[in-house]
């Protein structure tokens, strides 16, 4: 027997929980296929488990660091075993909202199993056929695996697995220094591991001045980098060694490897629905709508930048793009911020430098604000860090970068003034409180405007006036 849906969403992580909760609120018949778990990586193997792993992690390094700040105590005895648990209870506290009855209450019609399109219409999940007048594909990805020699053979890790490792390893080797591979570094380094870290270029999205704070202060903690790429790598009992493009041989007992993620688009026939799609994900336009135009795509399975509150971004356009065509919006990815979760964290939203010299010449004009003279950060002893503000004329935002203890909450200023035109005598005229991190990014702007000021008509107006009146 046929089910009918007027919608069926194919993936149960965040795009396909926010696309399938938003088209339940507007009172369309809705499905929900999942093959693995609800809640999809960023609840079992990414955000969630990453950030219960990070507050672990620097609990163990405030209680080594805390003889600075007059705190004698003995050295942290790391418990992997608790501290995996500890992980485990956060991503079941955060699962108990997304359960597949939390999610039928709501009105979805949930379906467990893999679907696979045997036509344009309709999908079979095991015996069951389902048809609807539109679908949502938000599949999701899965860590990529590099083709390095030897690593078939080698037992390693991914962001899949190592959130259920019970074991502190006496040296990690961890390949790739994107967000995964540099959070988890910093994380096993505070537990007390020998860590060595491998890639041709440290967060090569970012800044390149992220890149000089963090090797510094990693090398401090006890993460080593090394800027080549792995050529092959070999075990033997219970040592990995890993040899380098540059020549040298690393040797160590735990990989992580995190090379970057691929979407999960195989299994699905998208041939027979008619979707085109290639390596990179599922080929879809400005509006989410792939090369059968009554199918979307959303997330991580649509190529484009990996992030959680991305997907879920996109999980509500194609709802509206899919199902509300005269309110169809364009995805527009130039104000898409994204955070590290380093320490300092990492905080990105607009053009890089090299990309905002690229787009509009010699105009661009850059600004930077250094940590150690802002009075909180100071007091917390998070003065490595910065705020860097790509602009140009008088202070038209074109990109910030910020590198500090509370990075991703800061940047959310930078986003909306972005979005909405704020000019920068706006944002210099609202009122910040102190001592707060807000009030460094108010004192970063003020710096900026002074700059400024001196060169505009408003500058100069007040440079007359005050030489009339006194």
């Known amino acids: ?77 790391v418990d992997m075993g608790r501290v995996r648990a500890y992980v485990r209870a956060v991503v079941e506290h955060i699962y108990a909202e997304e359960t597949p009855a939390k999610i039928a209450a709501k009105g979805i019609e949930v379906v467990m199993g893999e679907a696979r399109f045997s036509d344009p219409h309709t999908v079979r999940v095991g015996e069951r056929v389902l048809t609807a ?51 988890l570094a910093q994380a096993y380094a505070r537990f007390g591991a020998q860590v060595t870290l491998i890639d041709a270029a440290m967060l090569p999205r970012d800044e390149p001045e992220v890149a000089e704070v963090m090797v510094r202060l990693y090398q401090r903690e006890g993460v080593r980098f090394v800027p080549s790429l792995m050529a092959s790598v070999d075990s033997r009992a219970d040592q990995i060694s890993a040899v380098l493009e540059n020549g040298e041989t690393i040797n160590g007992d735990m990989l992580l490897v995190a090379v970057g993620r691929q979407a999960n688009v195989e299994s699905l026939d998208l041939a027979q629905a008619g979707v085109d799609y290639s390596a990179d994900g599922i080929t879809v336009d400005p509006y989410l709508r792939t090369s059968a135009r009554h199918i979307f795509a959303a997330g991580d399975c649509a190529g484009g930048p990996h992030f959680t509150h991305y997907a879920g971004f996109q999980g509500a356009q194609a709802v509206r793009n899919a199902l509300l065509p005269g309110q169809s919006r364009q995805i527009v990815g130039d104000l898409l911020p994204w955070v590290t979760f380093t320490e300092p964290e990492i905080a990105h939203v607009g053009l890089s430098e090299a990309q905002a010299r690229e787009k509009y010449g010699h105009g661009v004009k850059v600004f930077h604000y250094d940590l150690a003279t802002a009075d909180r950060a100071v007091c917390d002893d998070d003065i490595e860090g910065f705020i860097k503000i790509v602009y140009k004329g008088y202070g038209d935002l074109l990109g910030v970068t910020i590198a500090a203890a509370r990075a991703g909450e800061m940047i959310t200023e930078f986003v909306l003034a972005m979005k909405h035109g704020i000019n920068l005598r706006s944002l210099v005229a609202t009122m910040h409180p102190y001592p707060t991190y807000s009030d460094i990014v108010h004192r970063a702007l003020n710096n900026l405007s002074q700059k400024e000021l001196p060169n505009t008509f408003s500058g100069r107006l007040l440079k007359v006036a005050a030489a009339i009146f006194n």
Do not use: Y
């Open 133 to 183: 007048r539109r679908f949502i594909i938000a599949t999701g990805a899965r860590p990529r695996l590099p083709n390095l020699p030897g690593l078939d053979r080698v037992s390693f890790h991914t962001s899949r697995t190592i959130f259920d490792n019970d074991r502190l390893p006496r040296h990690l080797i961890v390949m790739g220094a994107g967000p995964v591979g540099m959070e």
């Open 1 to 77: 027997m046929t089910e009918k849906f007027d919608l069926i969403v194919i993936g149960g992580g965040t795009a396909g929980l926010v696309a399938s909760g938003f088209a339940a609120q507007l009172g369309i018949k809705t499905a929900l296929i999942e093959r693995d778990v609800i809640g999809g990586d960023c609840t079992w193997t990414g955000c969630m488990p990453s950030k219960a792993l990070l507050k672990v992690a620097k609990m163990a390094h405030s209680v080594r660091a805390g003889d600075k700040f007059g705190i004698l105590a003995q050295p942290p005895q």
